[in-house]
């Protein structure tokens, strides 16, 4: 396949001290990410869907009929409550628009409920346990179609991580230092018509500790309206 033959244009730069620090690539399947790529990998390359999740209706009835699924508990347990079921039709409904990708459903009611026929990969960028500052999950920046799209998106910010960051500083901890802008500089050169950002709102995707440049403002105003109310005029010597 084509990725395998431009794989050299990310390993020739491994087993080197051309890094600054250690660079990992994980993938997972699917949102459950099992290889926690979300939180332990510089770039995490993550299986997801736009919309809903499939329910072959029948077969979810079945499920319940058998008594091996009840349907109750696979409301309650959407935590954006994007399902119903209809008591009287027998089916289930799933919100698209409000599905976070958390799996519960499926992980209950599978193969009744699966994953949508939609398919993307989440790309994600800068989280690691070890680092100059501290650990960080990854932060969400495009939705590609194929895992060869990431090539020249890697390869560039492998680069700017070369020119940018001081020795034992990961991705993330570059992200923190120079502000998210780096990495959307060169998601907008390489993955010009990929949609940007978070694939949906799915906790585990979304939340990290490295900030968009518009979430750093905001925590930064936040803390000085704090530091004003709190001390009159936000002195930083108490
Ligand atoms: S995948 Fe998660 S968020 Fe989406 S419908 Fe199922 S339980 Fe709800």
Known sequence: MDYVRSHPAVYRYLNTQMFPYKIKFKFSGCPMDCATANSRADFALIGTWIGAPEVDQGLFRKMVEEGKINPKEIVDSCPSKAITWDEEKKELRI???????AMNCIRKAFP???????????LLVGAHVQGHFGPKLARAVALLDSIEEVIPFATELINKYMELAPRRHRIGDMIIKRGFKVISEVADKTLPNKPKGTPSSHLRISIGTNLTDDERKMYEDWAKQ?????????????
């Open 95 to 101: 919100d698209g628009s409000k599905c976070l990708k």
């Open 226 to 238: 704090i530091m004003n109310e709190y001390f009159g005029g936000g002195s930083s010597s108490r």
């Open 112 to 122: 009744a409920i699966r994953p949508g026929k939609n398919r993307k990969i989440a």
